[in-house]
């Protein structure tokens, strides 16, 4: 008999924050570069030398904190992580042990069909990167029968912060959404790149299954090595149905460190070290703690941008956009931001929504200008939607119109005003035009006369190309009717 | 095991020392009575004391975040055990 | 001849820093074969330090050490010389940086003369645990300096150089001060830099000046201390000028003896002499009340416990991978394991274990937290006590300079630091200035004593001012020459 299991997830991120120099002392903070070209005593874990942390650094971790509701505990600490390896300069990490700086909050996030979830934070903390190893002598670089290594350490020191959710997420899907959900904010908050390729986010899961229904948890396996959103994916899926099959075939699931094989599809048991990790944590003595400021932490929160939520249930809830359309401007947040300042004084986010995704963004894109920095102000667009929304212009002049807008500038009222391009509704001028085309048509009337009903959007065609597309097209359709069937 | 007694051979492994026999057999004698005198801390009624990690109080000493002068590489490496191009180079890693 | 009067006679360009920086060589010359405080004579750099000190003092700047030869405890980074730390796994470092406490006393003019001898990563009190030199105590060359920084105290003592950087994590810089006729001055945990002092306990180590005079180790202080933003446990905490603010006596003073501290167990003529030390500071004008410091007793079990702890971590990037020695193995692990073994002496790898032990799981709280609560008290104590004192006495060390290989039990070792070690778990300012001679059983020469005075945190113009004041109504310090060549003029 197979039990329903229920899987349970937790993940540890690790997120290199975007600060112009290192954690504890003052080398660029900087992806890349000619190995060893970015260090110092400090970074290098030289004899003598102190690490004295970087103010920007744990700002960026407090407002992140924030931005999910975090706790700002009044006083937090360095400590020291004891182990040896060859690309920790120090053979210790500074990291935070019992008092990290924020602690609890709740990251928001949403499935492709739109529904909201959410999953608690234990805490975020902060501490310094490692170098870098590059296994040679293997032929593949991997670290299993390499015959020596060589060490970089322009990342050693790079300030890292540790966010780490509690147990609450349910499925491979719900992961994933937690990560992009994670690393949207971490974008508009601008404290990291957040980029899995160039390690600047690293995450491993902590994963079990027990008995649907039940509250205990099972005994996990922490899945490392994935290096993307979709081997977290296949990861966790593929760990999730290991240990399904183990307890169902009556095995019990081991604790260990299992690393996703990419190529493969499958985790496997990592070696673990003989003897049990024993990292001797200690208040480091050459740091003094931290008591983070309220006056900092209310000026912090006061100024945290938007969040990628926020936006997410206002657009699909009232604005009523689509998954899709809210999730592409929210992860353009510059248009998000343009959009927002549209809808702000255009009351109108569908159609908003409709120029800025649509026309814009392919204007955009064709011409290398970001929406934000064209011509087009918020403003200038704003009047344009107001324009179709009443109905004085129609869709295709508004099209032209944007792209001499993004050419130029200039309010589109002012070149409606100029031009004429006003939207002919009045009856007897748009009777006048379809009197031309027919007129000027007669063997197609003809065809329509004898069946061919679809001629009829040529003719409209034709009397709104008369108009110069000034008429209203809904007009120039029922008078064009009206006239053939008399 | 006593709060006296030390394993030396764990406590070797932690701190990556090797060890002569000899070594282990003097250092566990010599610890051993050290732990001994130590143990008179046990005396001391130390349960509302605070625990002082830093005799002079000090609170949120920070750099700004501000860039400064690296070191040239070829200092850096010169004074390497082992280096190869700009790296430096180590044994082979076991995989733990 | 003492570093204040050098450094006005080359900054009134009667003599130059040239001149004083050759005759201060040639001294080393005559006398470092038998002393040897030095590992490494720093010639060069001495030299052309000179010529920029003199360039400057004919530009018209003033230099408040102008031309005084240092010497610097070889813990300590010098860009470009070799720092070693008294140990095989450093033997061959050239240190691509300069500490901020040298920095600072070159910027003033000082000459740095040598690199000094001093016990393994400055663990010891006799610099017998040197893994690289041995060093004699110039009173009596059959005797130890003390230390660790006995080759800076040797040094001062012989003539070497006119004052000694020092580190004293549990009396490192008194005692041998002490054993060598000198002032050793530690300031409070934090006014000195210790950016670029090769660390052993982080949160005890303290750079200070050993001196032939509290004027001169008042100079030095002065020059070294305050705010180095490279060190985030560096106090941003205005620093008052010690140098002239040297008393002449001590009216109105209350000074504290300690009741745990009975003379009496270090034999008849130490406690007479500290007795008279104690008299003496009365007839300065100075009120002498009875104070208690319960937990003293304690200092050493919870210093054995912190200092190692922090020393075992501290000590853990000598790894064979970036600097130092390195001795091969098949792997990265095998390679630690082996550097390490060779790399470090018996007392480093002592502490090591027992710092690891401390702090592994399942004892940290046993040994490591519960030292921590001790620290707290004793501190407490302090201040307790300095409620009723504004500075406390007592001796600096348990027994005049002892001959070589007489405490070959590490725990007979430890006890030499008896009476420094529970000011370095409070963070106070301390010193040891001369207070007198003893000639020990079965020592023909007679040897120097110590008189440890401590102050309340940040009170080191108090205590250097009443230093002073003793020093100039006893004078101890002049009644015997060292033993080695002619004492300079």
Redesign the interface.
Known sequence: MNRAWEPVIGIECHVELK???KMF????NEFGG????????VC?GMPGALP???????EQIVRTGLAFGAEIPAFS?FDRK?Y?Y?DMPKDYQISQYDMPLTVGGIVKYWLEDGTMKQCRLTRIHLEEDTGK???A?SGDGR??G????????NRAGVPLMECVSEPELHSARDAVAYLESLRRTLLALEVSDVKMEEGSLRCDANVSVRVAGTTELGTKSEIKNMNSFRSVERAIASEIARQIEVLDSGGRVVQETRGWDELHGVTHP????E?AH?Y?YF?D?D?????I?RNDVERWKEKLPTLPCERFERYTGEYGLSVNAAAQLIDNIPLARYFDEVVARSENPQQSSNFVLGELSRLANETGVAVGDSNVTVEHLAELVALVQSKRINSKIAKELLARMWEGGGSPNAIVEREGLAQTSDPSAVERFVDEVLAANAAVVADYKAGKTNVLGFLVGQVMKASRGKADPALANELVKKKLSS | MT?DT???R??????????SDD?IER?SK??G???G??????E?D?AS????????E??????????????D?E????????R????????????? | MNAAEIARDVSARRVSAAEVTAATLARVQAVDGDVGAYLTLLGEIARSSAARVDERIAAGEHLALAGVPIALKDNMCLEGARTTCASKILEH??A??TATAVARLLEAGAIPIGKANCDEFAMGSSCENSALGVTRNPYDLARVPGGSSGGSAAAVAAGEAAIGLGSDTGGSIREPAAFCNLVGFKP???RVSRYGLIAFAS?LDQIGPLARSVEDAALAYDIMAGYD?MD??S??RPVERTADSLRADLAGLRVGIVREFDTKALGERSDALYREAYRDLERLGAELVDVSLP?AD?G???Y??IAPAEC?SNL?RF????????V???????????T??AG?G?EV??R???G??AL?SG?YD??Y?????????I?RDFERAFAQCDLIACPAASCPAFVFAAKSD??SMYLMDYYTIPMS???LPALSVPCGWTVPEGGNLPLPIGLQLCAP?FGEKLLLGAAAAYERATNHALAHPAQIGTVPA
């Not at chain 2, 005198?37 to 046990?42: F, G, I, K, N």
Request: proline residues 8%; glycine residues 4%; aromatic residues 8%.
């Open positions: 600060t112009a120099t002392c003052g080398c660029r000619e190995p060893n070209t970015k260090t110092c005593p290098l004295v942390p970087n103010a920007k650094a744990i600490k004891n040896f060859p190893s590059t296994h002598g670290i299993a390499s015959s020596y290594s060589l060490l970089d350490f990592m070696r673990s070290k003897e024993d001797r208040p003595p740091l003094v703690p931290l008591a400021a | 709060p030390i394993d030396i764990y406590v070797a492994t932690l701190a990556r020392i090797a060890l070594e250092f010599e610890l009575e050290l732990l005198h130590v143990r008179a801390l046990q001391l130390t004391v605070p625990a002082t990690a830093q005799v002079v000090s609170r949120n000493v920070l750099r700004e975040d501000v860039e400064r002068p690296c070191l590489r200092v850096v490496l010169d004074g390497a055990p082992q190869q191009g700009g790296f430096f180079r180590v044994p082979r890693i076991i995989a733990e | 470092w050239i691509p940086y409070t945990y934090g949160s933003p985030a446990t106090l941003d937990t304690y050493l079990a919870t054995y416990l075992s853990a790894d064979g991978v970036r600097y130092g020695l390195r091969e193995g098949a792997d990265v692990r095998a390679m630690y394991d082996n390490r073994a470090f018996p790898k002592r090591i274990l027992i690891t032990h592994s004892y046993a040994y937290v519960r030292a921590q609560k001790a620290r707290t008290l501190a590490p725990y778990l409070a963070g945190l």
